[in-house]
């Protein structure tokens, strides 16, 4: 069975750094893509980062272009999230997403997601 496990989240001040990661173990899925999602309470979780393991191409939403990076290492089966210049709306619970994208998914949309990791909390103050 396919686990994900993300680790570093946590408090940091407005204009600081994290780094999120994520292992994924287990099973012999077959998986083309990878994401980074958030979620603020009460709300749908929204895509920060994806990633296509193939080829490493990365799409970012404006909200977090240019200060989050996603990376990933196929052959450890991890992914990374740097996030610089944190501002207090980055104040989410982030989740860590693998899966296989057929044709004419969206790479955006949480429902193309077979795994997820249980979530880290970041929280940034101001």
């Known amino acids: 069975q396919v686990q994900l496990v993300e680790s570093g989240g946590g408090l940091a001040q407005s204009g600081e750094s994290l780094r999120l990661s994520c292992t994924i173990s287990?099973?012999?899925?077959?998986?083309?893509?990878m994401a980074w999602f958030r979620q603020y309470p009460g709300k749908e979780r929204e895509c920060v980062a994806t990633?296509?393991?193939?080829?490493?191409?990365?799409y970012y939403p404006p909200s977090v272009k240019g200060r989050f990076t996603i990376s990933a290492d196929t052959a450890k089966n991890t992914t990374d999230l740097q996030m610089n210049s944190l501002e207090p709306e980055d104040t989410a619970m982030y989740f860590c997403?693998?899966?296989?994208?057929?044709?004419?998914?969206?790479?955006?949309?949480?429902?193309?997601?077979?795994?997820w990791g249980p979530g880290t909390q970041v929280t940034v103050s101001s």
């Open positions: 287990g099973g012999n899925a077959r998986i083309s893509d």
């Open positions: 997403a693998a899966g296989f994208i057929r044709s004419g998914q969206s790479v955006v949309t949480p429902r193309s997601y077979q795994y």
């Open positions: 990633i296509i393991l193939s080829s490493l191409s990365k």
